[in-house]
């Protein structure tokens, strides 16, 4: 057997040695919790719960393994994919750490222990979250932070809503499918973003450089600007509505942009479209346009109607080189209904295009995707997914690579935990 694989059974045993260490889980003030209450939940409360009664540490994890059944081909003549078995994949782990360091301050630091793209243990990145400044002193600006939440440090931004619903490594407790968008709009930066909630009302505002890996010399220079603008609000004990617009602009001083290239732990689904000779990508079966700076907008509807729920995506990126040109958009559906006593199972479907072309004139380029799945919330922290998904490839923009005519589909089943 390959040294990695004992890698990975030791980082798992060491993250459940330390779930038996830390059996009882201190509460943490704003915090969104890692398990099924965590659900459906986007940016943290500013309701104060919690009171404060000095520093806490909380250790928590994620763990998740796959079956994988899936069958793949293309149009190009020969067999140029690779055939895809029926079994495991590489199963992945996160190590969490939330510590409460002040009134209304704590911080949040995520290890990927192993993924498919890091086979090592890997920081993917953590921020401090400031709900109060009481530390300055005792109720300044208390009227505004009554509102606001301060966020600073190398972590995912809070550009559109997908990044609340998908699957971060192990941690697919808030995913109610196998897989993420196929424009996976996430990405992990240097950022500092100030969130306002009142009454419902959601404004966002928030800066970063634009990259993945940092280091102080020039020749990359760009600069970020995002935002939110949103509604959300349970307006009686069976409805909720959210709607949310989100913008994300990269400067031209950018050598290239991370928005859909950030998730350093690979996509799901795994091994799909791998070429025979030429290999194939951890990243795939995502899009990314690859645009080195641009402009881009996503919109999120969310309705929950006693169990009933829908989620939506239009999402849009334009090239900011126009010289280049080109852009994508992205269509996204998910219907789900949620049942029984505490709306612990759940069956559904999403459907995701994306149709856009990657320079001006060149030929359109599409993929779409269709998922139907069933869920069990075995517990709070357990839960098992089966899914049928189905990926095609369409339009001449393909031709002459692995992609031409492409397609894959079969079945999913994940189990996952997350505390």
């Not at 750490?97 to 993917?124: I, P, W």
């Not at 800066?207 to 890996?213: A, E, F, I, V």
């Amino acid at each position: 057997m390959k040294t990695s694989f004992f890698k990975h059974i030791v980082a798992t045993l060491m993250l459940f040695g330390t779930v038996a260490v830390y059996a009882q889980f201190p509460s943490i003030q704003y915090y969104r919790y890692n398990d099924k209450r965590g659900v459906n939940v986007f940016e943290t409360s500013k309701e104060d719960t919690v009171k404060y009664d000095g520093l806490k540490l909380r250790v928590g994890g994620d763990f998740s393994f796959m079956f994988q059944g899936i069958s793949q081909e293309n149009d190009l003549v020969g067999d140029t994919l690779v055939e895809l078995s029926n079994n495991f994949s590489l199963p992945t782990a996160n190590l969490n750490f939330d510590v409460q360091l002040a009134d209304g301050v704590r911080m949040h630091l995520r290890t990927y222990l192993s993924s498919r793209n890091h086979t090592e243990a890997y920081v993917k990145g953590g921020y401090l979250q400031m709900d109060k400044l009481d530390f300055i002193s005792p109720g300044f600006l208390g009227g505004f932070m009554k509102m606001a939440t301060i966020k600073v440090g190398m972590d995912e931004i809070n550009y559109g809503d997908t990044h609340f619903r998908r699957s971060d490594n192990a941690r697919a407790i808030y995913n109610p499918f196998a897989g993420n968008y196929i424009m996976d709009s996430f990405t992990t930066e240097p950022f500092l973003e100030v969130t306002i909630q009142n009454n419902g009302i959601i404004g966002l505002v928030g800066m970063s450089n634009g990259r993945l890996n940092q280091k102080p010399t020039a020749g990359d220079d760009g600069r970020v600007f995002y935002a939110k603008l949103g509604y959300d609000k349970q307006m009686n004990d069976d409805l909720r509505f959210r709607l949310t617009g989100s913008l994300y602009s990269s400067s031209d001083k950018g050598t290239r942009d991370y928005l859909y290239n950030g998730d350093r732990a690979g996509a799901r689904y795994y091994n799909v479209l791998e070429g025979i000779n030429d290999g194939g990508s951890a990243f795939l079966p995502r899009l990314n346009p690859g645009f080195a700076y641009h402009t881009a907008f996503q919109i999120n509807p969310f309705v929950k109607y006693s169990g009933l729920e829908f989620f939506g995506v239009f999402e849009k990126t334009s090239n900011g080189d126009d010289a280049t040109g080109g852009s994508f958009t992205q269509l996204g559906a998910e219907l789900l209904y949620r049942f029984g006593t505490t709306e612990q199972l759940y069956v559904g479907g999403r459907y995701n295009s994306v149709t856009g072309e990657f320079a001006d004139g060149l030929p359109a380029s599409d993929v779409n995707r269709l998922n139907l799945g069933f869920g069990w919330f075995m517990t709070q922290n357990i839960a098992t997914k089966l899914e049928y998904v189905t990926h095609k490839y369409e339009g001449d923009g393909w031709n002459g690579t692995r992609f031409q005519g492409a397609k894959f589909d079969g079945i999913v089943i994940e189990a996952t935990i997350g505390f």
